[in-house]
């Protein structure tokens, strides 16, 4: 299946309703276009629920309550076939900010009264004309962090308010040729043999050699509140591969519950997608021998034949709490 136009039409549809919703209406909202019995993921801690009634009360009433005059700043957009955690099944992605003025207390965060720009990415899955499956990442650290509060100062890249794509082609609204997704899809499905190639015999190839193959000298890579941002290659290695293998061990790959790609762009979630041990102090939490779960997305843009950004999206504080930190509990 290579044609998604319904799917877009309908997720798009979707966003431009929410965006005139209101803490009372956005229940309503939902269900417009949410089955009764959709499944909505969300980071911690909101939770996984059912229904569009439990989605409005989880996150969507409550942020809406926090925040005033809110935007969808959108910058990827785009829709594909998922063939990995059960059937063939159309998803949409959607990634970039949710910009408001962050006016009364959300999870505990004093309000700034300033303008507050909201990290996120959110899967669709589409089945009869309605959204049967939601899964919503979004980076509360990073919004903490604009509000004055650094939870993880030890980040080994830069913090910021993280662009689109170099491009600014990001927003696949139009049918695009289905050649260009199946080459995308192939590069990211190479790359995830690449690490656990590098994973099974790490001496087989340099770091280098082995992000070589299926990036650009100058990839970006757009880490998540805690990491961080970093650029090129050989920054990516110094400020997040390199730290992130010395400090985690026995790492168990999952698998994904989507993973597709429409054009130039591809992306994944798993829940999770790791299982590790955090041996040495990853993003600066003391080690232990107690294994926790990471779930995590990926966002692509492929460059000519070779990945060149990748947007990274982790739920941080459902890992957290694996290692003893309760960061809105404290």
């Not at 319904?6 to 966003?15: E, G, M, P, R, T």
């Not at 590069?187 to 656990?196: A, K, L, Q, V, Y």
Request: glycine fraction near 10%; charge should be negative; charged fraction near 20%.
């Amino acid at each position: 299946m290579t044609d998604f136009q319904d799917a877009k039409s309908l997720v798009q549809a979707h966003y431009a309703e929410l965006a005139k919703a209101t803490p009372d209406t956005v229940p309503q909202t939902l269900a417009r276009r949410m089955a009764a019995e959709a499944l909505w993921r969300g980071v911690d801690p909101f939770g996984v629920v059912t229904g569009p009634e439990a989605a409005a009360k989880a996150f969507w009433a409550p942020y809406l309550s926090s925040f005033t005059h809110v935007k969808r700043r959108e910058e990827i957009f785009f829709a594909g076939v998922s063939e990995v955690g059960g059937p063939s099944s159309v998803w949409t992605c959607s990634m970039g900010h949710l910009q408001g003025l962050f006016d009364a207390p959300w999870l505990g965060i004093t309000p700034t009264r300033k303008i507050a720009m909201l990290r996120y990415a959110e899967f669709n899955r589409i089945e009869g004309g309605q959204i049967v499956e939601t899964a919503f990442f979004c980076d509360i650290l990073h919004l903490m962090r604009q509000a004055g509060i650094v939870v993880l100062p030890t980040q080994t890249a830069q913090h910021l308010v993280q662009p689109g794509p170099f491009t600014g082609d990001g927003r696949l609204l139009d049918a695009q040729d289905p050649a260009e997704g199946v080459k995308t899809l192939a590069r990211i499905e190479n790359m995830i043999g690449s690490i656990d190639a590098a994973n099974a015999t790490p001496e087989a190839r340099t770091p280098r050699e082995e992000l070589l193959e299926d990036w650009t000298e100058d990839m970006t890579w757009w880490g998540p509140e805690g990491i961080g941002a970093t650029y090129t290659i050989d920054r990516y290695i110094e400020q997040h591969q390199g730290p992130f293998r010395h400090h985690i061990s026995d790492r168990t790959f999952n698998g994904h519950l989507c993973r597709m790609a429409e054009g130039q762009y591809g992306a994944f979630f798993g829940w999770p997608n790791l299982t590790l041990t955090n041996a040495g102090a990853f993003m600066g939490v003391e080690g232990s021998d107690v294994r926790g779960d990471l779930r995590v997305v990926d966002v692509y843009r492929r460059e000519g034949e070779k990945l060149s950004e990748n947007w990274i999206f982790f739920d941080t504080l459902h890992w957290l709490k694996t290692q003893g930190v309760d960061v809105l509990g404290g």
